[in-house]
Nanobody, 122 residues
């Protein structure tokens, strides 16, 4: 019923930039917060950045000043502009959305994308 499809991952050299996109589609009534998380093997998934429906943002200390999260409410899409990338940014990046389905009786719930690999070479 709902899909979050990420794109934009890949291989980049240290100091480079990438832009991730995540589009939510399906029977969606409303989208509240959207966010990007990342995970490396053997570690817990960690919040990178989040943005509310009124564009209030929050960032992990490790990415402040380098990453920018934004969204297009009309397209139910969230973006992550990553600059000055470091090898330690290498991870699988996951999109998250807190949304309400267009189904009678539905409640707000969290949905995840499938993940996109970002690899930063030194």
């Amino acid at each position: 019923q709902v899909q979050l499809v990420e794109s934009g991952g890949g291989l980049v050299q240290a100091g480079g930039s990438l832009r991730l996109s995540c589009a939510a589609s399906g029977s969606i009534n409303s989208v509240n917060a959207m966010a990007w998380y990342r995970q490396v093997p053997g570690k817990q998934r960690q919040l990178v950045a989040s943005i509310t429906s009124v564009h209030s943002t929050n960032y992990a200390d490790s990415v402040k000043g380098r990453f920018t999260i934004s969204r297009d409410n009309a397209k139910n899409t969230v973006y992550l502009q990553m600059s000055s990338l470091k090898p330690e940014d290498t991870a699988v990046y996951y999109c998250f959305a807190d949304l309400l389905l267009r189904i009678p009786g539905s409640r707000w719930g969290g949905y995840w994308g499938q993940g996109t690999q970002v690899t930063v070479s030194s």
